[in-house]
């Protein structure tokens, strides 16, 4: 069965650091570009970062790069997402999900979710 378990959202405050983790289960991580969204309320799913596994590159969306960065353990079956000097509109609902072979910033392109990690940042 496959799953994905997202971990490590919080309250934290403006300027700040957390660590997303996201753990799969029931396929192997290679052959899969590993996204992270996030959703506001009130707002569309938007693309956050993403790693090809197959080709080991990344990608960031203009408003994270910099500030967030994307990675993975193998042995572990984790994706990680690295948070730094994180902001108020940084605040969503942290998803992660897969995609097969490559990476995409649109939702609809990845097959399987996670059920969120709220992150809010806040004073």
């Known amino acids: 069965q496959v799953q994905l378990v997202e971990s490590g959202g919080g309250l934290v405050q403006p300027g700040g650091s957390l660590r997303l983790s996201c753990v799969a289960s029931?396929?192997?991580?290679?052959?899969?570009?590993i996204g992270w969204f996030r959703q506001a309320p009130g707002k569309e799913r938007e693309a956050v970062s993403c790693i090809n596994i197959w080709t080991d590159s990344t990608d960031y969306v203009d408003s994270v790069k910099g500030r967030f960065t994307i990675s993975r353990d193998n042995a572990k079956s984790t994706v990680y997402l690295q948070m730094n000097s994180l902001k108020a509109e940084d605040t969503a609902l942290y998803y992660c999900?897969?995609?097969?072979?490559?990476?995409?910033?649109?939702?609809?392109?990845?097959?399987?979710w996670g059920q969120g990690t709220q992150v809010t940042v806040s004073s």
């Open positions: 029931g396929f192997t991580l290679n052959s899969y570009g």
């Open positions: 999900a897969r995609r097969r072979r490559s990476c995409s910033r649109s939702p609809s392109d990845f097959d399987s």
